[in-house]
């Protein structure tokens, strides 16, 4: 396909203002550009029965999405870790998505404001992460979570972290987890792919920053092969819960997302697998700028609410 | 916009990259000026000269609209 028209518009516009936020300024100057981005182009309208604020922890941040049709009853749920090479990104910045997944699956959406680097390098987040995972496990009577029905997910670095839990609690006997819903997600931090190399300027993410957030992310001394940081390299994808893996067609993280539904599919883990044409990185999260996201999320939304409900 | 991103004011010439304002940025920008004008910039104009300063913002509206 070609890009969508409302997508390119908008790199246009990111193009416009020449270089990315000044990453020499530090983070916060990208964590409050992103903020800012969504504000103009998040949307706002998606009705849902109840957001709730709440902490798991001092430091650590929950927001509990409970859709129209489960208000007062019971129903599956889908943990979400924002994107944000881990760096950037927070519950703010994807509400709009968590609106619409709620919205669309019937589930309720636990939005995770999981500690962010380089204040909390590798493997804070990944900790966080697993915690809050094994706190909705041990909650869930009091969610009104049902407890065989919820579903680890995350967009971009986001995915990486749904990903690797999920490999955790294969691994060690952690909850069980229905599903592993990944958008655009990022398993290999090395990046050598041909998408990463076609798309690495001028596609919303850009190559630069990503190697910006790597090295936050992860301090000199982290093996970048450790499956906890690239979940693609890791050795057996044999116990791992059933996939839902989505990519943009013109992503830099495409073929990496490709790559792990392979393995998936390799052993023999059920997987669905959609490449979204026309789309870029982060077009989940900018469907008040690009009409089709909307449509798009919604049907990524519903098709985990039916699977986590046995459909 | 302006206030809303930034904690200074800035005259109509100013450098709005050089005021802090980012790639991201340039979304809202572009998007604002569509809103608040009711109008659409076409591809040729979503360039860096027209966004730099509040008076070259101000140059393509004044196109835009008068080419209607």
């Known amino acids: 396909m070609t890009l969508d028209p409302h997508a390119k518009r908008l790199l246009e516009m990111v193009a416009a203002g020449g270089l990315a936020p000044a990453l020499s300024e530090g983070p916060d100057s990208i964590r409050q550009a992103m903020v800012r981005l969504a504000r103009a182009v998040d949307v706002r309208d998606v009705p849902v029965a109840s957001v709730e604020d709440r902490h798991v922890r001092r430091d650590l941040p929950i927001r509990v999405y409970t859709p129209r049709g489960a208000a007062g009853r019971r129903s599956g749920a889908i943990v979400f870790f924002h994107g944000g090479v881990g760096v950037f990104g927070d519950l703010d910045t994807h509400d709009g998505l968590c609106r619409m997944l709620a919205d669309s699956s019937d589930c309720r959406v636990i939005a995770v404001g999981y500690r962010l680097a380089p204040e909390h390098p590798f493997p804070a987040a990944l900790d966080d992460a697993a915690f809050v995972v094994e706190w909705v496990w041990a909650h869930a009577s009091d969610l009104l979570i049902e407890r065989e029905r919820i579903a680890v997910a995350g967009d971009s670095a986001g995915g990486t972290l749904a990903a690797v839990v999920c490999q955790g609690a294969a691994r060690t006997g952690g909850p069980p987890i229905a599903l592993q819903l990944l958008l655009c997600p990022v398993t290999d931090v090395r990046g050598g792919s041909e998408s990463r190399a076609t798309f690495a300027e001028g596609f919303f993410i850009d190559q630069r920053t990503l190697e910006w957030g790597r090295r936050l992310a992860y301090p000199p001394g982290v093996d970048l092969d450790d499956p906890r940081v690239s979940p693609l390299r890791a050795p057996d994808f044999s116990a791992l819960p059933p996939a839902h893996i989505h990519t943009a067609e013109f992503d830099p993280m495409r073929d990496e997302g490709k790559a792990y539904a392979d393995a998936l599919l390799g052993a023999r883990v059920g997987t669905v697998y959609r490449c979204h044409g026309g789309m870029i990185h982060h077009f989940y999260c900018m469907a008040g700028a690009i009409p089709r996201a909307r449509v798009l999320v919604h049907e990524v939304g519903a098709a985990a609410g039916q699977a986590l409900r046995g459909g | ?68």
């Open chain 2, 1 to 68: 916009m302006a206030d809303r991103t930034l904690d200074r004011s800035i005259g109509s010439d100013d450098d709005l990259r050089e005021a802090g304002l980012t790639s991201l940025d340039m979304v809202s920008l572009v998007l604002a000026v569509e809103a608040e004008f009711a109008l659409l910039i076409p591809e040729e104009g979503i360039k860096p000269a027209n966004f730099r300063s509040i008076a070259a913002i101000s140059t393509l509206v004044h196109q835009i609209l008068a080419a209607r």
